[in-house]
Nanobody, 127 residues
């Protein structure tokens, strides 16, 4: 089972940037979908972006043009560069993964497919 560790959260003013990192360890022999999800207090979890080695990257509509997902496969690390942050981006951000078995070349955006989760990192955007 893969294990995930996030880092990079913090507090910024509206319009600022943060870069989140997620490092995976464990089962390095399989192809995994990895994704970022977020949850604000009192709100449902939202998918932010998903991708995997050799798989298509997808973004939630509310981060398109502002967030960029990238991977360093040599370090088993996924990055989420968050630019033009807004107060509504505030929340706990979680990295998640599941073993990819499909043929579509795309990762699920529904968090219920994901079987491994990091502990989360807090992102706070102030006005």
């Amino acid at each position: 089972q893969v294990r995930l560790m996030e880092s990079g959260g913090g507090s910024v003013q509206s319009g600022g940037s943060l870069r989140l990192s997620c490092t995976a360890s464990g089962d390095n022999g399989a192809t995994y979908c990895m994704g970022w999800f977020r949850q604000a207090p009192g709100k449902e979890r939202q998918g932010v972006a998903t991708s995997g080695k050799g798989l298509e990257t997808s973004y939630a509509h509310f981060v398109v043009g502002r967030f960029i997902l990238s991977q360093d496969n040599s370090k088993n690390t996924m990055f989420l560069q968050m630019n033009s942050l807004k107060p509504e981006d505030t929340g706990m951000y979680f990295c998640a993964a599941y073993r990819y078995h499909g043929q579509s070349g795309m990762c699920a955006t529904d968090g219920n497919f994901y079987t491994a989760w990091g502990q989360g990192t807090q992102v706070t955007v102030s006005t």
